[in-house]
């Protein structure tokens, strides 16, 4: 496996994208890994802002309240993502069932 050349990549956040971050994963109905999705940052970099946040290292808290429109519009794509979730199980299980009959139309055909 050959190893990448070059200077590693680190990312920089500003404190108000992680002090906004914290504040939507404190959100009811709102789970840590899926804002960290949204985000493009990895789940447990999330977990550490948020400890940074109890533990006051974290700086801005109180600041700005977060928006009521993005924590709408977040639990709005939870919503749809488990409909969607949902409804392609459902289409998965429809598909069996047809088949499943067909097969079993060509088995008592042929006799």
């Known amino acids: 496996m050959a190893r990448i050349k070059g200077p590693r990549k680190v990312h920089q956040y500003s404190e108000d994208f992680k002090v906004t971050a914290v504040k939507l994963s404190h959100l009811p109905g ?26 006051g290292k974290l700086e ?21 993502e488990r409909d969607y979730a949902r409804l392609k199980e459902e289409h998965e299980i429809l598909k069996k069932a047809i088949r499943f009959c067909s097969e079993r139309k060509a088995k008592s055909s042929r006799s």
């Not at 709102?30 to 533990?55: C, G, N, T």
């Not at 977060?66 to 639990?75: G, I, R, T």
């Open 30 to 55: 709102v789970q840590v890994k899926d804002v960290a999705e949204e985000l493009d940052i990895h789940p447990f970099m999330l977990s550490r802002w948020r400890k940074e946040m109890r533990e």
């Open 60 to 80: 801005g808290a109180m600041k700005k309240p977060v928006d009521l429109k993005v924590a709408a519009e977040l639990k709005r794509l939870r919503q749809l």
